[in-house]
């Protein structure tokens, strides 16, 4: 069952997202909230403090808060995949298996699945995610082999392959390491996603690890530019996010 603060967040957001807030705009007084949704300010307060994490409006305390953009964002405030993350935030989602395989890890994926032991064999799947009917995310993911026969026994169009594991298996994602950078879109992702080729993709790498350390997953994401925004925020006394130096490359 949804929450009421959830219902707010999600009208909230839709008024916002479709101008009735324009960016720049101040949101009704939490007074005001509360008498318009029939709530408990209380309650309209934590509708609120979700846009505020989403980025969508400002964090400043007060009466009233300003509107700061209506892009999809996406916090790593907390570990969510592409499906929990679209469906909390009231957004259609789709999913599509498009290739899947078993085939011996690379050395590379040994190192980042074996935990210190032998990997052998892993699973390759190539999947397409689409958000209100249109295509804006494609995942090349490789499970490790002991979760590779839980992956293979979901259907090709699971919509949340992290809570159908947890139902199936009681499998939790509990740690995740990410690294995001830009890189143009190869044949195959522009024909995915119907872009050109060589267009911008905001590239996700991610290893996901159980509660105990053990490696799940290693995955390549690349979403369609403009499609959704990663909001990161952090302060003088916390910050968990680190910068890391990329390839730098100069000239033709």
Not at 93 to 98: L, T, W
Not at 189 to 199: E, M, Q
């Amino acid at each position: 069952m949804v929450a009421r603060y959830e219902r707010i967040a999600a009208e909230l957001r839709d008024d916002i997202l479709t101008g009735a807030y324009p960016v720049g705009s101040q949101l009704p007084s939490e007074a005001e909230l509360a008498t318009r949704h029939r709530a408990a300010r209380g309650t309209v307060r934590q509708a609120v403090a979700v846009l505020v994490a989403e980025g969508l409006v400002g964090s400043r305390q007060g009466a009233r808060r300003i509107v700061l953009g209506n892009a999809r964002s996406q916090s790593f405030a907390e570990l969510h995949s592409f499906a929990q993350w679209a469906r909390a935030n009231g957004y259609r989602i789709g999913g599509q298996v498009v290739s899947q395989r078993r085939r011996s890890a690379t050395a590379p994926e040994s190192a980042r699945l074996g935990a210190g032991e032998g990997v052998g064999e892993v699973l390759e799947v190539l999947r397409l995610r689409s958000l209100e009917g249109e295509p804006v995310l494609v995942e090349r993911t490789v499970y490790a082999g002991w979760v590779a026969p839980a992956v293979e026994a979901l259907p090709a169009d699971c919509a949340s392959v992290t809570e159908a594991l947890y139902d199936s298996i009681g499998l939790i994602f509990a740690y995740g390491e990410h690294l995001i950078d830009a890189v143009p879109a190869g044949a195959e992702d522009a024909r995915l996603l119907g872009v050109r080729r060589g267009s911008p993709l905001l590239r996700q790498r991610r290893v996901t690890t159980t509660h105990e350390g053990r490696p799940v997953e290693s995955s390549d994401d690349r979403y369609r530019a403009g499609s959704v925004t990663f909001s990161i925020r952090n302060s003088i006394g916390a910050n968990p996010l680190t910068r890391r130096a990329g390839d730098l490359r100069f000239g033709p």
